[in-house]
């Protein structure tokens, strides 16, 4: 089956701007949740969502949000992008709801520049 | 405050011996443990977890070690390869299904 998606791979922006990130997840996930890797800094959860809904939030700001659509697509969006924007961000999607250790299936992300 | 640690940014390891990789946590709450790997300009991949009732988990040349009186999270690699050259994260899991990640090892298996 298909993996997860996202889409662009790699993408340049320049400070003030915003973007657009977008994840596909696995048929049947209903959980994506969102990450920011950037060296050091491992890899710091932004949001997750479920069935359109978002069920938890990291500790980023406001500039930085979400949305699911009904058929589990996910995009998050950031505006007045900053440097330190610049990362790596990663979706990945689950079969919330199975007992055990939550498995997430993660994308090839999307390397944001912000220059 | 980070509740979970991977103290060790990289390791060097030679091909055949054993690799350790190391994550120790703050909170007596989690559910499981687990590791993942991530090759560059690829997304992390899940590898193998363990149950906070549980004190080792073995899935061929990978074992976890969970060392709850200590807080402590290792991963034995035996024999290492070359292409197990990667970035491995540590994770933990609460509340059922909320995961914290660590902030990596790189693990470099040389010939």
Not at chain 1, 65 to 94: H, I, K, P, W
Not at chain 2, 27 to 45: C, H, I, Q, R
Not at chain 2, 83 to 107: E, H
Request: proline share 4%; net charge positive.
């Amino acid at each position: 089956k298909a993996g997860v998606t996202q889409t662009p791979r790699y993408l340049i922006k320049t400070r003030g701007q915003q973007v657009t990130l977008s994840c596909s997840p696995i048929s049947g996930h209903r959980s994506v949740s969102w990450y920011q890797q950037t060296p050091g800094q491992g890899l710091q959860f932004l949001f997750e969502y479920f069935s359109e809904t978002q069920r938890n939030k990291g500790n980023f700001p406001g500039r930085f949000s979400g949305r699911q659509f009904s058929n589990s697509r996910s995009e998050m969006n950031v505006s007045t992008l900053e440097l330190g924007d610049s990362a790596l961000y990663l979706c990945a999607s689950s079969l919330l709801g199975s007992s055990g250790a939550n498995v997430l299936t993660f994308g090839a992300g999307s390397r944001l520049t912000v220059l | 405050d980070q509740q979970v640690k991977q103290n060790s940014p990289s390791l060097s390891v030679q091909e055949g011996r054993i690799s350790i990789l190391n994550c120790d946590y703050t909170n007596s709450m989690f559910d499981y443990f687990l590791w993942y790997k991530k090759y560059p300009a690829e997304g992390p991949t899940f590898l193998i977890s363990i149950s906070s009732i549980k004190d080792k988990n073995e899935d061929g040349r990978f074992t976890v070690f969970l060392n709850k009186s200590a807080k402590h999270l290792s991963l034995h690699i035996v024999p290492s390869q070359p292409g197990d050259s990667a970035v491995y994260f540590c994770a933990v899991q609460y509340n059922t299904d909320k995961l914290i990640f660590g902030t990596g090892t790189r693990l470099q298996v040389f010939p």
